[in-house]
């Protein structure tokens, strides 16, 4: 009896934690309720065809309060044992010829401890603390079992852009592999400059190209990410593409601030991943979430320099985009164009025109899209000379041929922004730019305090947009559009 009073005691130290963490999550959901009717309001009249036949959102936004608990903790997945059992076989690149010089090609000594690491029972595969240069590698699964990658060393890529002419998109590639951890506190060198001076981003001559990604998890499911250096990646440092059950921890990506395109941790098509203690600073976006993401968080992310924090861009090419439920809380920014963004593209008509022999052809390209990006939440962040702390744009449109607006748009819908502060490096603070015909919905500002970086004061500037504020919100949306709106910040 006595023995089990001591196992009910240890249950309850164990789990005491997470339970007070998800119950909080709900009472503050609870605290919040009482706005959703009101944040879901608009007025119907002014935008008589699109209410008629979407959603208010109510419905929505009500279940992201519920639901949001089950993001801030998230489930726990039958992950891979990231311990490493005593009859686990050792496989190291250097038994398979691998010199570790920094000059010599090591590419098939890795592909070869692969192979025999990926049909082992168990096994850990390692990359020593040497130096080593490697083409564009495909590590393809299924595998026998579950699996330990260790770099210990440095990965560096080739120089020679010839090298990747086979596949231009991958440099490092885990395709189909379950149940791995990839770690070791070693570096990951995209070895990016050769392409960032070809990019037309760089050089306006130069045809606009992909370049590769520096590592790439595809297909895969319960993978451990952790304790690994990132850097000067060709394009996106870290990308998920149709994974599932993530956990990245403790990474350090970096690449020079006018380094084009160079995302840190890009999630596409990726459902419950958790990114947490990572610092990244590149030229591009801290961390983007894109098309078919669903109920990822990201908690203490350190960023800049870079574009900030991304959703989107979505709706590209006029394709349906949607992501849902997405958790940011607790992050930093430093001088980043942005600070916590959702983006979509704008839908654009570009026509022109071309001849076959005697006769002139018109074609009319679409930009832009439709689908949703909704529940969502960023909490406890703070910004330092952010130029766009928060920023919803549906008129991105990256072309040289300015984009017209059309009736469509991914929709924006059930965001609520919670204890944001901190200085902007612009005039506006917060700025809501949405379509006319989707507006924006369901919107809560919370506990806002975004001073400018100046002696000026900070402006909100909110169009198509359904707004609720709590609490102290400064800089306030305007009560007529297209209007500024000031405010002296605490």
């Not at 958790?327 to 980043?336: I, R």
């Amino acid at each position: 009896m006595a023995l089990q009073k001591n196992e009910l005691i240890l249950f309850f130290i164990i789990t005491l934690p997470s339970f007070v963490l998800c119950y909080s999550s709900l009472h503050e959901n609870q605290l919040i309720d009482k706005y959703v009717d009101e944040a879901s309001e608009f007025d119907s009249k002014a935008y008589p065809s699109y209410f008629n036949t979407i959603d208010d959102g109510s419905n929505l936004f009500k279940g992201l309060i519920k639901e949001s608990a089950d993001v801030l903790c998230l489930k726990s997945f039958d992950k891979v044992d990231s311990s490493t059992s005593s009859s686990a076989e050792t496989v190291s690149v250097n038994d398979f010829g691998a010199e570790g010089d920094g000059e010599t090609d090591d590419t098939k000594a890795f592909e070869m401890a692969w192979k025999v690491a990926c049909s082992s029972k168990e096994a850990v595969m390692v990359a020593p603390k040497k130096t080593y240069r490697i083409k564009p590698i495909r590590f393809s699964g299924p595998c026998k079992s579950q699996l330990t990658v260790q770099i210990l060393g440095t990965l560096i890529a080739s120089d020679d852009r010839s090298d990747f002419s086979k596949d231009g998109r991958h440099w490092l590639i885990f395709d189909s592999v379950s149940n791995l951890v990839v770690e070791g506190g070693g570096a990951i060198n995209g070895n990016g400059k050769n392409w960032w001076q070809n990019s037309c981003k760089t050089d306006k001559s130069k045809p606009c190209k992909d370049a590769p990604t520096a590592l790439t998890f595809y297909k895969s499911k319960n993978l451990m990410v952790r304790n690994l250096t990132i850097q000067d990646g060709q394009q996106i440092h870290v990308s998920f593409q149709k994974c599932m059950n993530v956990e990245v921890s403790n990474l350090s990506i970096t690449a020079p601030p006018k380094s084009p395109n160079t995302d840190g941790i890009h999630v596409t098509d990726t459902q419950n991943i958790l990114i947490t203690s990572c610092v990244i600073a590149t030229g591009d976006d801290c961390l983007s979430i894109v098309n078919g993401s669903k109920t990822v968080q990201a908690s203490n992310i350190t960023c800049g320099s870079g574009h900030g924090i991304s959703i989107g861009s979505l709706g590209s090419g006029n394709s349906k985009a949607y992501v849902s439920h997405i958790a940011v809380n607790g992050a930093k920014l430093y001088g980043t164009t942005n600070g916590i963004r959702i983006k979509t593209w704008q839908m654009c008509l570009l026509s022109f025109e071309y001849k076959v022999h005697t006769k002139t052809s018109k074609v009319i390209y679409m930009q832009g899209g439709s689908g949703s990006a909704s529940n969502i939440r960023f909490r406890n962040i703070e910004m330092h000379n952010v130029t766009n702390p928060i920023l919803i744009d549906q008129y991105y449109c990256d072309r040289k041929i300015p984009c017209k607006e059309q009736r469509s748009a991914v929709e924006v819908k059930n965001v609520v922004y919670k204890n944001i502060k901190g200085t902007s490096a612009s005039d506006v603070a917060i700025k809501f730019d949405c379509s006319k015909s989707f507006p924006c919905l369901g919107i809560i500002l919370q506990d806002i305090n975004l001073q400018h970086e100046g002696r000026k004061t900070a402006k909100a500037l909110c169009n198509n947009v359904n707004v609720t504020s709590i609490g102290v919100v400064c800089p306030l949306c305007p009560k007529l559009e297209g209007q500024y709106e000031t405010c002296q910040c605490l």
